[in-house]
């Protein structure tokens, strides 16, 4: 990925998607905003107790960063499930209610989406100029959430997997994502060639491997063009929000997709 600083946020861009014609994208970090410690400072949940002045100058120095006005972002109200809304130029400045999946091929529309450990997924068809932003935690992954943001948009767009290009960011690592007997349980019955995303660990214990676990499903649905980020929110608390590592106080950092 790519690494860039901007009157002090700082966000990264995957290589795959930075030189596609038309499109923007920006993965923010936790740097750069206003935001009081525990949400230290670019957060940009609302609904994490955080000042909703001071969020929502986040958005404004996110949306000066892309150069985009804050009315033409579309979000989702995640819950961590499947639901994918397809959204048009009418869903500007709306929170689509439990939607962990957000697609479009309208230009002008900003999809973005809120992380602290899940993984986001960005999906782009140049073919048919359509973008997909997808929020992956261990319940959306179990239940294939990535799969499902694939489908949609072929069933939406017409959209070949094989020429979507797709990019896997920052998220709570393998090396840091232990797992309950629930969670391993659900996995095993959930996720074919299961041995490769759970990880038996010395003392016993298992971490579950949600990068891996997503690549599989883009693989399984055809997707042949895939970027990790390789970043570990819980080992990179310097710029990422990470529920589990500050024991939920915190904040949320926001990724962005769209195209002119």
Known sequence: MLKHHDNGLVYYCFEALSDQPGLFHGIFTRLGGVSSAPWATLNVGHTVGDDDE???????????????????????????????ARVGREDRGRVCPQTDVLITDVPGIAL???YADCLPVLLYDPVHRAIGLAHAGWRGTLAGVTRKAVQAMRSAFGSRPA????GLGPGIGPCCYQVGPEIVEAARTAIPGWPSVLLRQRDGS???????ANRRQLVQAGVVHIEMSGLCTACRTDEFYSHRAEQGRTGRFGIVVGFR
């Open 112 to 114: 973005m989406q809120r």
């Open 206 to 212: 298992w971490h579950l491997d949600l990068w891996e």
């Open 163 to 166: 020429d979507l290009i797709a």
């Open 54 to 84: 001071a969020v929502e100058e986040n958005h404004h120095r996110i949306c000066r960063t892309l150069d985009i006005a804050r009315r033409d972002i579309v979000t989702g109200y995640q819950v961590h499930g499947t639901r994918v």
